[in-house]
Structure formats: structure tokens, C-alpha cells
């Protein structure tokens, strides 16, 4: 307040960013929303380290500034608004926010809260995120937020892509053991990260949840032919169901299936689920733009 006036802070260009495990994505807008450019670049999911999510942050931005043709501006004359997988883990964002390079707002939310604001329109609803990894999320009426899985590689993301690259690779490993026959996944998999042992290994050694996800593909080509590519399929739409009915039991909200993984595996969720499904209005990127559009034109 300033003389018993509201006083808004004014910025020259408001940022949204969309960042997980399988890149980032950024936008630049103007004060009033006129989008100018975008950009892209590598993972910036907070569990592949805080540093490297900022470098890779700030090349999309760049690139997004580049797009416009706009010469870099200070970063104190921009506001950016984050939706990062990760920033459900509190010391990573805490860690993420204290290293802020010097923007004139900064809001950081979890990349599930900014797709139920860009999927939603920030209106009430859910959204089940399935790609690289998979989280739920719900906006209540009364404007209160849950949040069903998100705890992140490879302990959670039950349903995501990394989480069928995983559990592929292992039956890769109990098939090169002897443990299990080799259908046409194991070969699938032994093919794309080595047919033998020591490959096998090391492969693994540095396999990231990127790397894990890239073999999603494998499990759905090989479903036709594989009891076991398609058991855990089941077992996916298995986990992405449970998600949709812990954060709306009720059904009483609207509810989008997100990512690459999610809408592959929506027509098989069940019927109760199904029928509240509605096509998302937009996504996360538009709902880190919601974010902080929202954040800075409201009064301090």
C-alpha cells in the first residue's frame, strides 16, 4: 500500500516455463499478455540437480527472447512464473528459489498445479499427468489444492513412461539371468541397451529417468505379442485410475488426462473415470503464464 493506495508492480515482460524430465519450455509476453516468442531446452526437473535446471531454464528463456527478437532484457524487468517437476520436494525448491538470478518476481509451483491451471483455465478441476513421470492434482471449489503421487524417480511415477522403462529393463535382466523367458519385450529392450550383460549394466549405470521413459515405447509396441508388455500396461492404467478417484472421490469435477503417456492409456481407464474426462483447455506452459499473470496484476 502506498498512501492508502493498492500499488501494482510493474515488470516489462511476464515469463512462464514448463519444466520436467524430458525438457523445458518457455514463453515471453508482454505486460498485457501478448505473447511474443518461445523457446525450448534440455530437462530442468529439479531431481537432475539445481543448477542444471536454472541453466537449462535460462536457455529457454533466451531462445524465447531470441524467437521475439528482443534483445535479452535484465532479469529484474521480467516476472517469471515456474511449473518444475520436483518442486514438490521442499529443499529442492528452497534451493531453487535462493539461487534465483536476480528476476523481479519469481513464482515457482509444481508443473502438475500449472497444468490444472492451464488445463482448467484456472477454473476447479483435476488433471492425471502421465509422461516422463506422473502426478494428479486438484483445484477444489473453494480454491484448496491436493496433490495424489509426484514423488519423483523411480521411487513413484506410477504409470509414467520411466516407470514402464524400469520395470522393462528389469524383466530384461531377470530374462538375461535365466530367471524368466525372453518374450518380445526383453528383446525389445536388449536390443535399444545391450544384449549382454556387461552392456546391459552399463547402460543402467547411467540411465537417468529420461533414458527409463525412452523405452515406453517398447512396452506398447510389444503389448500385441507379450503377456507381460501388456500386464504392465494393466498395471499402469491400474495406477493412473487410483489417481483420478483418490483426487475426486466424489466425481464431481472435471477431469483432463495429460502427457504423452496419460492419453495413450485414457480410453482403457474405467468407465466411472472416463465419464469425467474433458479435453484440457490449454497446458501447463499456458497455466505458468496464468500464474504469474495473475501473481503481478494483483494489488500489494
Not at 130 to 157: C, H, I, N, Q
Not at 261 to 274: D, K
Request: proline letters at 5%; a neutral charge.
Amino acid at each position: 500500500m502506498c498512501g492508502g493506495i493498492p500499488r501494482v508492480l510493474m515488470f516489462d515482460y511476464l515469463i512462464g516455463v514448463d519444466g520436467g524430465g524430458s525438457g523445458t519450455r518457455a514463453c515471453v509476453a508482454r505486460r498485457d499478455g501478448a505473447l511474443l516468442g518461445h523457446g525450448t531446452a534440455g530437462p530442468s526437473a529439479l531431481g537432475q540437480g539445481i543448477d542444471a535446471a536454472w541453466l537449462q531454464v535460462l536457455a529457454a528463456i533466451r531462445q524465447a527472447f531470441t524467437a521475439a527478437r528482443i534483445g535479452l532484457p535484465g532479469w529484474h524487468q521480467c516476472a517469471l512464473g515456474a511449473g518444475l517437476s520436483g518442486v514438490s520436494n521442499r529443499p529442492w525448491h528452497d534451493q531453487f528459489v535462493a539461487t534465483d538470478p536476480g528476476f523481479g518476481r519469481l513464482l515457482v509451483e509444481t508443473d502438475a498445479f500449472t497444468t490444472v491451471l492451464g488445463a482448467h483455465q484456472g477454473r476447479p478441476g483435476a488433471v492425471v499427468a502421465a509422461g516422463t513421470g506422473s502426478v494428479g492434482e486438484v483445484l477444489r471449489s473453494d480454491r484448496s489444492r491436493f496433490s495424489v503421487g509426484g514423488w519423483g524417480f523411480p521411487v513413484g511415477d506410477e504409470g509414467s513412461g520411466a516407470w514402464l522403462g524400469l520395470r522393462a529393463v528389469r524383466l530384461a535382466q531377470c530374462a538375461m539371468d535365466g530367471r524368466i523367458n525372453a518374450g518380445t519385450l526383453v528383446h525389445k529392450v536388449w536390443q535399444q541397451c545391450g544384449a549382454d550383460r556387461d552392456t546391459l549394466q552399463a547402460w543402467c549405470d547411467h540411465a537417468g529417468q529420461f533414458a527409463y521413459a525412452q523405452l515406453a515405447i517398447a512396452v506398447f509396441d510389444a503389448e500385441p505379442s507379450d503377456p507381460a508388455a501388456a500386464h504392465l500396461l494393466s498395471r499402469a492404467v491400474a495406477s493412473l485410475d487410483a489417481m483420478a478417484l483418490a483426487l475426486d472421490p466424489h466425481g464431481g469435477l472435471p477431469l483432463s488426462i495429460c502427457g504423452s503417456i496419460g492419453r495413450r492409456l485414457a480410453p482403457r481407464l474405467s468407465p466411472p473415470v472416463r465419464s469425467r474426462i474433458v479435453e484440457a483447455a490449454d497446458d501447463a506452459l499456458a497455466g505458468a503464464m496464468t500464474l504469474i499473470r495473475l501473481a503481478v496484476n494483483q494489488p500489494i
